[in-house]
């Protein structure tokens, strides 16, 4: 069973920055894209930026220019650094990799952008 486990959300103001990590459990981080989504309070679920196992990466236009995934496949980790914080990005980010064994989520954590 592939266990994520996201960290690194908190309380921030307008312009702040944060980061945040994924931890994944197992040895086969490194075959898979990985991805960041988030949920704001009434609304679905959106995909915000994606990394492919060779590195490349996809951005919603909402955040292009301000936050940077990465992937560090010898510690099975991902990251999500958030800059230039907007109100608007208020949302439970979840990771997410997409197997041939099934989808997996981790259990979110909580960003708030507010002064």
């Known amino acids: 069973q592939v266990q994520l486990v996201e960290s690194g959300g908190g309380l921030v103001q307008p312009g702040g920055s944060l980061k945040l990590s994924c931890a994944a459990s197992?040895?086969?981080?490194?075959?898979?894209?990985m991805n960041w989504y988030r949920q704001a309070p009434g609304k679905q679920r959106e995909l915000v930026a994606t990394?492919?196992?060779?590195?490349?990466?996809n951005y919603a236009d909402s955040v292009k220019g301000r936050f940077t995934i990465s992937r560090d496949n010898a510690k099975n980790t991902g990251f999500l650094q958030m800059n230039r914080l907007k109100p608007e990005d208020t949302a439970v980010y979840y990771c997410?990799?997409?197997?041939?064994?099934?989808?997996?989520w981790g259990q979110g954590t909580q960003v708030t952008v507010s002064s």
């Open positions: 997410n990799q997409n197997r041939p064994t099934g989808t997996y």
């Open positions: 197992g040895s086969f981080f490194r075959l898979y894209a």
């Open positions: 990394i492919t196992r060779d590195g490349s990466t």
